[in-house]
């Protein structure tokens, strides 16, 4: 296998799926990279089924291995939220829809900070589900998890989404403050794709 598809148009996030894929010699292709263009919703209740639909559709249509994720911040004191919303929380009923200044992620994060303004309890975690499908064999997906606590204010350049307000547990700097190898080695995406590396390596994958 020296080819995958990545099932995403975000850059920041192909951008890690690279940095990650990098040491297995393997070609990340994203959506952009696709001659034909379907466009899947993500329109499930779960992280796990989004990931799913989307590597499915992607997987039948183009005929090659693809790796989907669904991904997202989970705060305590919001009772989950954002969470499968978190591309778009900007835009739901749920604590009053933020009006678009700069760009989404930046109104996703003004959002989070305006709900999140006077609360003690500022626990998050990220959470990544990630999916492998391959059309000519089955399915695996993985899970990974990066706990952390929400900044007062957004630091940091690095990164993408809700970077710039999430601690990871144990430091005194936000994921967007990090380089980028730190990062993939404690982020939850990182985490998942690794499990999902050794899993496929298990089962006789050429990775």
Known sequence: ????????????????????????????????????????????????????????????????????????LEVEALGGYPGVYSARFYSIDFGGKEEIKEDKDRANINKLLRLLKNKRNRKARFVS?????????SGIWTEGYCYGTISEKPEGDRGFGYDPI??????????????????????????????????LQKLSFEI
Do not use: C, W
């Not at 796990?48 to 989907?68: H, M, Q």
């Not at 990630?130 to 059309?135: D, N, T």
């Open 1 to 72: 296998m020296n080819k995958i598809l990545v099932a995403t148009t975000n850059r920041g996030k192909l951008r890690e799926f690279r940095q990650i894929f990098s040491q297995y010699g393997i070609d990340v292709l994203s959506l952009e990279d696709m001659k034909e263009k379907i466009t899947v919703e993500e329109d499930r209740e779960t992280f796990l089924e989004n990931a799913i639909k989307k590597a499915k559709r992607y997987g039948d249509f183009y005929r090659i291995p693809v790796i989907a994720e669904d991904a997202g």
């Open 129 to 137: 589900v990630v999916v492998f499908y391959s059309p000519e064999s």
């Open 166 to 199: 999430f601690i990871p547990e144990g430091y005194s700097k936000t994921m967007a403050q990090l380089e980028p190898e730190e990062k993939n080695r404690i982020s939850h995406r990182g985490k998942a794709v690794r499990k999902l590396v050794k899993i």
